[in-house]
């Protein structure tokens, strides 16, 4: 899911879904496309795809950014991107794609989890409110969108067991839209902060070590039921991290952590 940045919908390629709109889609190793949309991707992860990703493979996260992914730095965004790593190989691969399929399926980004819908929070600024968009969006050469199984918005999350992967990524949606604006004061995302940041987002393991072995809670009061948790639920981990990027680089306070007095 990315943060929609245009002030006209229409110019998105792919046909807007509503929620009670259908589709038609079904991949499956009889169509004669199978795996070729696992090729030469720009795949961006969000925090919660590296926690699934990194469990998945029974390794810390620090392992995973070091040897799946690459830190990508676009200009005019004041965030790093992480990006997976293709295969390689000539054909650019993804690296846990087999003959047979995903080898992380379960746990696949939410990226692929969606295929072929495309989410996205859209800011509407007569109404000064940000709401999601969806987007049905295979490319050319899908022939799953010729097979006849019929979906929801509704059905098709269900279907891909994606409704907790969708909240966490509009979590982190929410988070980068606060880094429409620059928050490093002339340092750049490379700065201290910067590297505080990102660990607190994607680098889970290292960013508990900190937390648990620093004067972190000595300096900031975090909420009993979250603070019990956070010694061993990555995902109650990452709760901590996005509420204190909030605090620590936009002052937005939240029920999950305030500085102590």
């Known amino acids: 899911m990315k943060y929609v940045e245009t002030d006209n919908l229409s110019e998105i390629k792919g046909r807007m879904l509503t929620e009670t709109e259908t589709f038609v889609f079904r991949c499956h190793p009889g169509v004669s496309c199978f795996n070729l949309c696992c090729r030469n991707l720009n795949l961006f992860l969000n925090p919660y795809d590296v926690i699934r990703l990194k469990q998945n493979l029974a390794i810390t996260s620090d392992q995973f950014i070091e040897e799946y992914t690459d830190i990508v730095f676009r200009p005019g965004h004041h965030f790093p991107d992480v990006m997976l790593q293709m295969a390689d190989n000539e054909e650019k691969t993804c690296p846990f794609l087999s003959e047979a399929g995903c080898l992380v399926y379960p746990d696949r980004p939410q990226t692929c989890r969606a295929f072929p819908v495309e989410h ?51 979590k982190w949606a929410n988070i ?26 994607y680098n889970i393991d290292a960013f508990r070590d900190f937390v648990l072995n620093s004067s972190f809670l000595k300096r900031y009061k975090v909420r009993a039921q979250l603070r019990i948790k956070i010694k061993s639920d990555d995902v109650a981990m990452l709760e901590l991290g996005m509420a204190w990027i909030k605090m620590f680089l936009f002052g937005v306070l939240t029920k999950d952590i305030i500085p102590r007095r």
Not at 131 to 150: N, S
Not at 181 to 195: A, I
């Open 120 to 170: 996205g929070l859209y800011y509407d600024a007569k109404k000064d409110k940000t709401r999601l968009v969806h987007f049905f969006r295979p490319p050319k050469f899908c022939q799953g969108r010729h097979e006849t199984a019929i979906w929801t918005l509704t059905s098709w999350e269900a279907d891909q067991e994606a409704s907790f992967y969708n909240q966490m990524t509009v």
């Open 176 to 201: 980068m839209q606060l880094f429409q604006n620059d928050p490093w004061g002339g340092e750049g995302p490379n700065g201290q902060k910067g590297k505080m940041a990102f660990m607190a987002a």
